[in-house]
């Protein structure tokens, strides 16, 4: 255990590439490892195979970027969805939060991200050219933006709404409640609930 090693090069690779996992530290990692090491065959083997199943088979929705094992996901294929409302996400799993809320009752734009100039994430490498067509082809009235308080979020905010500009569309923005910085995985449904009933207008041309 010298120096932090668990007597096993393998092992402590193992360790480490758990680490890089979102919200799994060291310590989390190496109990993962260990118990992964202790399972029997049949266990370890058919966690191997779900993953690579699910590399296989699970992708994104081809019309809006939700997780699916089809080209279009069921949100999308869901006939009841209002289609004049589209709630604009950083990521998929977003999705899932606002659906467990049950608060929207639109469709979903997944963007892939956040502007980040900074690091390189500029308007091109976003889903902002399939989100004015989809505006534009879908009959859309209303785009709420639930992208996070970061300084990020709100400057994606922002663009979406100038892309938007001078379209006879109505551009919103979640209400107070969610925390500045804050992300939707980490809201409770309360306060998403709170934050979509009080959403506010946001205008394209304030700088």
Not at 19 to 48: C, H, N, V
Request: hydrophobic residues 40%; contains cysteine.
């Amino acid at each position: 255990m010298f120096g932090g090693s668990l007597g096993s090069p393998r092992l402590d690779r193992l360790v480490r590439q758990l680490g890089r996992l979102p919200g799994i530290g060291t310590k989390s990692a190496t109990r993962i490892a260990l118990y992964l090491l202790q399972a029997g065959d049949e266990e370890s083997s058919q966690l191997s195979q779900l993953i690579l199943d699910m590399k296989a088979h699970v992708q994104s929705c081809e019309r809006c970027g939700a997780i699916t094992e089809t080209k279009t996901c069921s949100i999308c294929k869901d006939v009841r969805r209002a289609n004049g409302q589209l709630c604009v996400v950083e990521q998929a799993a977003d999705i899932f939060s606002v659906e467990r809320a049950a608060v929207f009752r639109g469709r979903y734009h997944v963007l892939g991200g956040l502007l980040s100039p900074l690091d390189g994430i500029e308007p091109e490498q976003l889903r902002f050219d399939t989100l004015v067509h989809r505006v534009c082809e879908e009959g859309v009235k209303e785009v709420v933006l639930a992208l996070s308080g970061s300084v990020e979020g709100e400057a994606t905010a922002l663009y979406v709404a100038r892309t938007l500009g001078g379209r006879q569309i109505r551009v919103t923005r979640l209400a107070t409640g969610i925390p500045v910085g804050g992300h939707l995985d980490f809201v409770d449904d309360l306060t998403l609930e709170r934050a979509f009933s009080g959403r506010r207008s946001l205008d394209w041309g304030s700088p």
